[in-house]
């Protein structure tokens, strides 16, 4: 009985004494700010602009402006020596902790991102909270014009950058990439690291802006060296098989076809017997969602076919366009063929890298797409 | 049988208690092995574990079932004694590199702005607390732990397999098989856990060797699927990161199911509790076989208050606590635990049997 009353006690005395409030340093939601986007920039000065779009805690439904808006979040720029000290002048304003686990995207001005990416990235590889999979995209102009943008009333604009970067594989025209990812491929010497490219654009009946795809980023040693436009991205998607979804018009006898993809596999095989040539080989599937003809006129067999060798130009042309505006123009290994002969043939590519592991020699690439029409869409073949 | 734990119990224990390790995994500073290499350092590991294990596991095969102290008691009072006390340390040594090493991953990912020693002192509370509960208690806590330990492990491996990229890896042993065998070598001197075969089997009921077999092939093979996934999905990103297994589970998700990562440091925090609790059980059980009494009333509060020492002095940064953890005289404690102690226990028992059967003749 006795042990039963000190046990209680001593559970009834935890219950006071142990209530993390004391000397465990907890921080309250209330004292955190909560940020959605960060951008970063080099300042004139050579330090860093630090842009953080943070949720507005004045109220719930937000906070009340003198000119009647109401404000989800509030856009805060801050300049130090390292982004650190950048955030520490946000906290030392606001009075609260930033918390970077909510946090959806992370801006790179652009010319930020062709001084060096690595500088501007670092903190977030070390920093505690940060997410790894934050989406990681280069802006047009700086990072900090890009976060103030409006995209509406009691719209997150972080929000709309998101859905905007997720949207790639599914419209084949970004290439959204979470942090890990990106940073893998920087960190890579026998790979090239590439991000999408965003902007702004004014829309014609508000004040208000919606996104703009530009492309994708292509970088060389830490350093954007080239901007491929959304064109060029499609088929950069198709070479890295990341297209899950995408509309293709294709213009053939009778008028024009929209080919949607529902399927797309790409296979890189490396140059075998000594050989210098990678051949890169995609299957897609797809199918003919719409086709704009002047009378109804229903689908032949034969113009199915030229529409499906026309679909094949169209993919291979594309991706042609990628690899050479990436690969040879912007020196940005974006399928990864250093890395994929480092793999196929040690020996050969320990013969021929550089001291530091890296690999200067370009290979020859060829394209071969194959496409298997599924579906016509609910109408039948018109069979003569 | 009272007292007693079954064969799968104890291989429930000695897994969950490995796995810790595994889940807070810290690549040795000076390691440059490739990705795919980790096959062979996982191979090199098992190896080395097998070696470390023979003498405990033929003791209890040859001399039926006996604890190396009660083993090295047989022969002298003395030797007893001092194998009990080598016995104890090695496992205070052990739950305090292990509470260290967990430190190191609440205070890097969960509070890293906050010191965390009243976390750690509760859970070495509640942890003698378990094992003054007796084996029993710990082995059947431990096969619940281990079964939700699985589920979450292998839901964790299946939503990350889309984000696998095979390109992440590396020739086989571009580098040569110097780096890869010292990893493997330097894993396995990390595996306390051997000792617990040399301490507890008499409380075991089933083969030794079955449950030594058991736990190393299954352990092996869920670090090698570990690996695989951590280093096909995240690549080098994961090979910078200090805790590898924990970035995974950020990473996964299905559907609005995500943030595994809160839910398993939850299990992780269990785990540890485990392997506190079994850590000080083998202490107390290793006094009462080498001293030949029964443990003092407080002993488990007085391990625990060691294990707080140690850990007090090893986990005041991650350097410091990896050069302790990786260094020569840990990995030759070791060996001396594992290999000698065993060995030196058994001639000893022999050699006596063989005076008494002489002087008798």
């Given at each position: 009985?006795?042990?039963?009353?000190?046990?209680?006690?001593?559970?009834?005395?935890s219950?006071?004494?142990?209530?993390?409030?004391?000397?465990?340093?907890?921080?309250?939601?209330?004292?955190?700010l909560?940020?959605?986007?960060?951008?970063?920039?080099?300042?004139?000065?050579?330090?860093?602009?630090?842009?953080?779009?943070?949720?507005?805690?004045?109220?719930?439904?937000?906070?009340?402006?003198?000119?009647?808006?109401?404000?989800?979040?509030?856009?805060?720029?801050?300049?130090?020596?390292?982004?650190?000290?950048?955030?520490?002048g946000?906290?030392?304003?606001?009075?609260?902790?930033?918390?970077?686990?909510?946090?959806?995207?992370?801006?790179?001005?652009?010319?930020?991102?062709?001084?060096?990416?690595?500088?501007?990235?670092?903190?977030?590889?070390?920093?505690?909270?940060?997410?790894?999979?934050?989406?990681?995209?280069?802006?047009?102009?700086?990072?900090?014009?890009?976060?103030?943008?409006?995209?509406?009333?009691?719209?997150?604009?972080?929000?709309?950058?998101?859905?905007?970067?997720?949207?790639?594989?599914?419209?084949?025209?970004?290439?959204?990439?979470?942090?890990?990812?990106?940073?893998?491929?920087?960190?890579?010497?026998?790979s090239g690291?590439?991000?999408?490219?965003?902007?702004?654009?004014?829309?014609?009946?508000?004040?208000?802006?919606?996104?703009?795809?530009?492309?994708?980023?292509?970088?060389?040693?830490?350093?954007?060296?080239?901007?491929?436009?959304?064109?060029?991205?499609?088929?950069?998607?198709?070479?890295?098989?990341?297209?899950?979804?995408?509309?293709?018009p294709?213009?053939?006898?009778?008028?024009?076809?929209?080919?949607?993809?529902?399927?797309?596999?790409?296979?890189?095989?490396?140059?075998?017997?000594?050989?210098?040539?990678?051949?890169?080989?995609?299957?897609?599937?797809?199918?003919?969602?719409?086709?704009?003809?002047?009378?109804?006129?229903?689908?032949?067999?034969e113009?199915?076919?030229?529409?499906?060798?026309?679909?094949?130009?169209?993919?291979?042309?594309?991706?042609?366009?990628?690899?050479?505006?990436?690969?040879?123009?912007?020196?940005?290994?974006?399928?990864?063929?250093?890395?994929?002969?480092?793999?196929?043939?040690?020996?050969?590519?320990?013969?021929?890298?550089?001291?530091?592991?890296?690999?200067?020699?370009?290979?020859?690439?060829?394209?071969?797409?194959?496409?298997?029409i599924?579906?016509?869409?609910?109408?039948?073949?018109?069979?003569? | 049988?009272?007292?007693?734990?079954?064969?799968?119990?104890?291989?429930?224990?000695v897994?969950?208690?490995?796995?810790?390790?595994?889940?807070?995994?810290?690549?040795?500073?000076?390691?440059?092995?490739?990705?795919t290499?980790?096959v062979?350092?996982?191979?090199?590991?098992?190896?080395?574990?097998?070696?470390?294990?023979?003498?405990?596991?033929?003791?209890?095969?040859?001399?039926?079932?006996?604890?190396?102290?009660?083993?090295?008691?047989?022969?002298?009072?003395?030797?007893?004694?001092?194998?009990?006390?080598?016995?104890?340390?090695?496992?205070?040594?052990?739950?305090?590199?292990?509470?260290?090493?967990?430190?190191?991953?609440?205070?890097?990912?969960?509070?890293?702005?906050?010191?965390i020693?009243?976390?750690?002192?509760?859970?070495?509370?509640?942890?003698?607390?378990?094992?003054?509960?007796?084996?029993?208690?710990?082995?059947?806590?431990?096969?619940?732990?281990?079964?939700?330990?699985?589920?979450?492990?292998?839901?964790?491996?299946?939503?990350?397999?889309?984000?696998?990229?095979?390109?992440?890896?590396?020739?086989?042993?571009?580098?040569?098989?110097?780096?890869?065998?010292?990893?493997g070598?330097?894993?396995?001197?990390?595996?306390?856990?051997?000792?617990?075969?040399?301490?507890?089997?008499?409380?075991?009921?089933?083969?030794?060797?079955?449950?030594?077999?058991?736990?190393?092939?299954?352990?092996?093979a869920?670090?090698?699927?570990g690996?695989?996934?951590?280093?096909?999905?995240?690549?080098?990103?994961?090979?910078?990161?200090?805790?590898?297994?924990?970035?995974?589970?950020?990473?996964?998700?299905?559907?609005?199911?995500?943030?595994?990562?809160?839910?398993?440091?939850?299990?992780?925090?269990?785990?540890?509790?485990?392997?506190s609790?079994?850590?000080?059980?083998?202490?107390?059980?290793?006094f009462?076989?080498?001293?030949?009494?029964?443990?003092?009333?407080?002993?488990?509060?007085?391990?625990?208050?060691?294990?707080?020492?140690?850990?007090?002095?090893?986990?005041?940064?991650?350097?410091?606590?990896t050069?302790?953890?990786?260094?020569?005289?840990?990995?030759?404690?070791?060996?001396?635990?594992?290999?000698?102690?065993?060995?030196?226990?058994?001639?000893?028992?022999?050699?006596?049997?063989?005076?008494?059967?002489?002087?008798?003749?």
């Open positions: 009985m006795r042990r039963r009353i000190i046990a209680f006690a001593a559970a009834l005395t219950v006071f004494l142990l209530t993390s409030c004391g000397g465990i340093k907890i921080t309250e939601l209330n004292e955190r909560i940020i959605e986007a960060v951008g970063v920039d080099f300042s004139e000065d050579g330090g860093y602009t630090v842009t953080v779009q943070a949720l507005n805690s004045a109220s719930p439904a937000g906070n009340e402006q003198s000119d009647g808006n109401t404000e989800l979040t509030e856009n805060l720029v801050f300049k130090g020596n390292s982004v650190g000290e950048a955030l520490n946000i906290s030392v304003h606001t009075g609260k902790t930033p918390l970077f686990s909510q946090a959806r995207v992370l801006i790179i001005g652009f010319d930020t991102a062709k001084k060096n990416i690595s500088k501007a990235l670092d903190f977030f590889l070390r920093e505690y909270t940060t997410r790894t999979d934050i989406l990681v995209a280069v802006s047009e102009g700086s990072a900090t014009e890009m976060l103030n943008a409006s995209f509406g009333e009691n719209v997150i604009g972080a929000s709309v950058i998101e859905n905007a970067l997720n949207s790639g594989e599914s419209t084949g025209n970004t290439v959204g990439l979470p942090l890990y990812k990106f940073v893998n491929l920087l960190l890579d010497n026998k690291a590439y991000c999408p490219v965003i902007g702004t654009q004014k829309e014609e009946l508000s004040e208000n802006f919606r996104i703009k795809i530009i492309g994708t980023a292509l970088f060389s040693e830490n350093k954007l060296n080239g901007v491929i436009d959304s064109n060029e991205t499609c088929g950069l998607l198709y070479l890295i098989d990341r297209v899950s979804s995408a509309d293709i294709i213009e053939a006898d009778g008028g024009v076809f929209t080919l949607r993809v529902v399927d797309s596999r790409t296979k890189i095989k490396p140059p075998e017997n000594g050989g210098s040539t990678f051949l890169i080989r995609i299957n897609t599937e797809c199918d003919i969602v719409e086709f704009e003809s002047a009378d109804f006129s229903k689908l032949t067999k113009a199915v076919e030229k529409v499906r060798i026309a679909c094949e130009e169209h993919i291979k042309k594309r991706a042609g366009r990628a690899i050479t505006s990436a690969y040879y123009e912007s020196d940005c290994d974006v399928c990864r063929f250093a890395r994929r002969m480092w793999l196929s043939d040690p020996e050969r590519y320990r013969a021929a890298a550089n001291e530091d592991g890296s690999f200067s020699e370009k290979f020859a690439v060829e394209i071969d797409v194959g496409v298997k599924r579906r016509t869409g609910k109408e039948t073949l018109y069979e003569e | 049988m009272k007292g007693k734990i079954s064969v799968f119990q104890f291989f429930a224990i897994f969950v208690c490995r796995i810790t390790e595994f889940f807070t995994y810290i690549a040795p500073r000076e390691s440059t092995v490739l990705p290499d980790r062979f350092v996982v191979i090199f590991f098992l190896v080395f574990c097998v070696l470390a294990l023979i003498p405990s596991v033929t003791v209890a095969n040859r001399f039926g079932k006996i604890s190396v102290p009660a083993l090295a008691k047989s022969s002298s009072d003395t030797l007893g004694k001092i194998t009990a006390c080598i016995y104890i340390a090695a496992f205070i040594w052990s739950a305090a590199e292990s509470v260290s090493r967990f430190e190191l991953f609440i205070s890097t990912v969960m509070f890293p702005d906050t010191d020693n009243m976390i750690t002192a509760l859970l070495l509370l509640a942890a003698a607390f378990a094992a003054a509960k007796g084996t029993e208690s710990v082995g059947r806590s431990s096969v619940t732990v281990c079964a939700v330990l699985a589920f979450s492990f292998i839901f964790i491996i299946l939503t990350s397999v889309s984000e696998f990229d095979a390109v992440n890896f590396s020739p086989m042993l571009y580098n040569g098989i110097g780096d890869t065998l010292r990893d070598f330097s894993s396995a001197s990390r595996t306390w856990e051997v000792l617990f075969f040399a301490t507890m089997l008499p409380h075991v009921n089933g083969s030794a060797t079955k449950s030594a077999a058991a736990w190393l092939t299954v352990f092996s869920v670090t090698l699927i690996f695989f996934v951590i280093d096909g999905v995240t690549g080098q990103y994961g090979d910078r990161q200090m805790f590898k297994l924990y970035t995974l589970t950020v990473l996964a998700k299905l559907g609005i199911l995500e943030r595994f990562d809160d839910v398993l440091i939850g299990i992780w925090v269990l785990c540890e509790l485990i392997k609790s079994f850590c000080m059980l083998a202490a107390s059980k290793s009462e076989d080498g001293f030949g009494k029964k443990a003092p009333k407080y002993f488990y509060l007085t391990a625990s208050g060691a294990v707080f020492a140690v850990f007090t002095a090893a986990a005041r940064s991650v350097g410091q606590f050069e302790i953890a990786g260094s020569v005289p840990a990995k030759t404690a070791f060996y001396i635990c594992a290999l000698l102690v065993p060995s030196a226990a058994a001639t000893a028992s022999t050699l006596s049997k063989r005076k008494a059967v002489t002087d008798l003749a």
